[in-house]
């Protein structure tokens, strides 16, 4: 079966109702794209311009996510890699396995969490469920969070020792979730995050001063 439909209707949304018909599925599982808004013809034509859309069947959630990935590292000059898919009833997880990804990683997971976010846009462009997709290669997240829990306890004892508050640098909401999830059952000293993105940040304070 073609898993890609163009059609024209008066609407979008019913160009979309014509696509799912025609593929036998509902439209979540439907990535559309609008080629042309339905408007008044140029020129001074009579009537008005059908609105065209594509409409792309998706397989699973964890496939799209592959497929797509798996085109742009290959774009990204990558080769000779392998791509492990892990669903849960939340989403999927990706691992990536190769020679040389590590520049995918790039500086604190951010090239990483980069194609984390794309990846995550194309699954859920079109679906009403939010699909959950985290990337992952030479087991950098476990890392990166094994780093994170020893960073925020050896910042805290240096609050409890200094009797100060510590600022931490700016990190993004995953990283910002680990720290909190560190020190939650600390006895001495409670966190809270300051500042708008992409500068907010953890702030480490004693329990006695709040």
Do not use: W
Request: hydrophobic share 40%; proline share 1%.
């Amino acid at each position: 079966m073609n898993n890609e439909i163009i059609k024209d209707a008066a609407t979008v949304e019913e160009a979309k109702a014509l696509i799912a018909a025609e593929f036998g599925v509902e439209e979540d599982r439907i990535v559309f794209e609008v080629l042309q808004e339905a408007g008044k013809k140029m020129f001074g034509l009579f009537g008005s311009a059908e609105a065209k859309v594509k409409g792309v069947l998706k397989g699973s959630a964890a496939e799209a996510a592959k497929a797509y990935l798996v085109e742009v590292l290959t774009g990204m000059g990558a080769s000779d890699f392998t791509c492990e898919v892990k669903e849960d009833e939340k989403g999927c997880t990706l691992t990536l396995d190769g020679e040389n990804l590590g520049f995918i990683i790039g500086r604190r997971g951010d090239t990483l969490d980069a194609l984390q976010y794309l990846t995550s846009l194309y699954v859920n462009k079109g679906g009403e469920d939010y699909i959950r997709v985290t990337l992952d290669t030479e087991n950098y997240r476990a890392k990166r969070e094994e780093a994170l829990r020893r960073l925020a306890n050896r910042m805290a004892n240096r609050a409890i020792k200094t009797g100060r508050k510590v600022v931490m640098e700016p990190m993004n909401p995953y990283e910002r979730r680990i720290l909190h999830s560190a020190l939650q059952q600390n006895d001495a000293v409670t966190t809270h995050s300051e500042g708008e993105e992409p500068n907010r940040h953890v702030v480490i304070t004693l329990k006695q001063q709040n």
